[in-house]
């Protein structure tokens, strides 16, 4: 069964640091395009990280540039979003989510995303 399962996430202060990961099943991420969203209460969904199937091209929201990083362990086919220096701005639901390609002018888009996982809840407090 083709599959996204997240872990990580809770509650944290603001400044401190949670890390997300996103196991994968029935695909490789290696020859996948990542990327990691996030929907606060009331808002829709934006777009945090992304990476393409070289780990080397990472791209970011404004909104997390320098204080996230996403990652990828093709070992364990495990996709990560560190996220430090949290503000209470960061509480959404993160969601990863893949497809075998997307190109770069869309990598934002949610649309273009093929498999969701299934959610999981950052809370930062202040």
Same mark, same amino acid.
């Given at each position: =069964?083709? =599959? #996204?399962?997240?872990?990580?996430?809770?509650?944290?202060?603001?400044?401190? /640091?949670?890390?997300?990961?996103?196991? /994968?099943?029935? #695909? @490789?991420?290696?020859?996948?395009?990542?990327? +990691?969203?996030?929907? /606060?209460?009331?808002?829709?969904?934006?777009?945090?990280?992304?990476?393409?199937?070289?780990?080397?091209?990472?791209?970011?929201?404004? &909104?997390?540039?320098?204080?996230?990083?996403?990652?990828?362990? !093709?070992? =364990? !086919?495990?996709? %990560?979003?560190?996220?430090?220096? #949290?503000?209470?701005?960061?509480?959404?639901?993160?969601?990863? /989510?893949?497809?075998? +390609?997307?190109? #770069? @002018?869309?990598?934002?888009?949610?649309?273009? %995303?093929?498999? +969701?996982?299934?959610?999981?809840?950052?809370?930062?407090? &202040?």
């Amino acid at each position: =069964q083709v =599959q #996204l399962v997240q872990s990580g996430g809770g509650l944290v202060q603001a400044g401190g /640091a949670l890390r997300l990961s996103c196991a /994968a099943s029935g #695909l @490789s991420f290696s020859r996948y395009t990542t990327a +990691w969203f996030r929907q /606060a209460p009331g808002k829709g969904r934006e777009f945090v990280a992304a990476m393409r199937t070289s780990a080397t091209n990472k791209y970011y929201a404004d &909104s997390v540039k320098g204080r996230f990083t996403i990652s990828r362990d !093709n070992a =364990q !086919n495990t996709v %990560y979003l560190q996220m430090n220096s #949290l503000q209470p701005e960061d509480t959404a639901v993160y969601y990863c /989510a893949t497809k075998e +390609w997307v190109i #770069l @002018s869309a990598l934002e888009r949610e649309d273009q %995303y093929r498999l +969701w996982g299934q959610g999981t809840q950052v809370t930062v407090s &202040s």
